[in-house]
């Protein structure tokens, strides 16, 4: 059976890694934005990641410019953004489609592991996937749900 560790995503520097590395955290993986109007996650999220981090638990941010091209700085330029302007340190990886014939084969297993509420479909930056320390897709969180609310299902995998 497939699971998200299964898959490899590159680095913003073009360097690949497979998600295996992350074997036995909690992850959230969500795909970002530096122009959306619902950047200010950025934040909340940095908040989960420094909370938790020692824990086990890793945030994953994966841009995309799928949206109303929200994100149209380069790589490395999208990662000094967001550093400066949220103060992000968790990891970025390259840009990448969300949607589409040319989806990233991890958001294609995502999707299927977790279906939207109308389509499988990603609505809209800031969508959140919860994925256990098996590398299970556990959630599906709409781009509108606030970081903070996932707290409580993160404590559960967790304690679990």
Not at 36 to 60: M, N
Not at 118 to 126: A, M, R, V
Not at 148 to 157: G, H, V
Request: aromatic share 10%.
């Amino acid at each position: 059976m497939t699971t998200v560790h299964d898959f490899s995503v590159q680095k913003p520097n073009g360097d690949d890694i497979s998600l295996d590395t992350y074997k036995g955290n909690v992850l959230i993986i969500v795909n970002t934005a530096t122009k959306c109007g619902l950047a200010p996650q950025f934040k909340e999220l940095e908040k989960l990641y420094q909370q938790y981090k020692d824990q086990g638990v890793d945030v994953l941010g994966f841009p995309s410019n799928q949206f109303m091209k929200q994100e149209p700085v380069e790589d490395q330029d999208m990662i000094e953004t967001c550093e400066m302007n949220f103060g992000v340190t968790f990891p970025l990886f390259k840009k990448i489609k969300v949607n589409g014939n040319e989806a990233h084969p991890l958001y294609k297993h995502l999707k299927e592991k977790e279906s939207g509420m109308l389509s499988s479909d990603i609505k809209w930056n800031f969508t959140k996937f919860l994925v256990d320390q098996n590398g299970d897709v556990v959630k599906r969180y709409s781009p509108q749900t606030s970081p903070a609310k996932i707290e409580k299902d993160l404590e559960k995998l967790l304690h679990s």
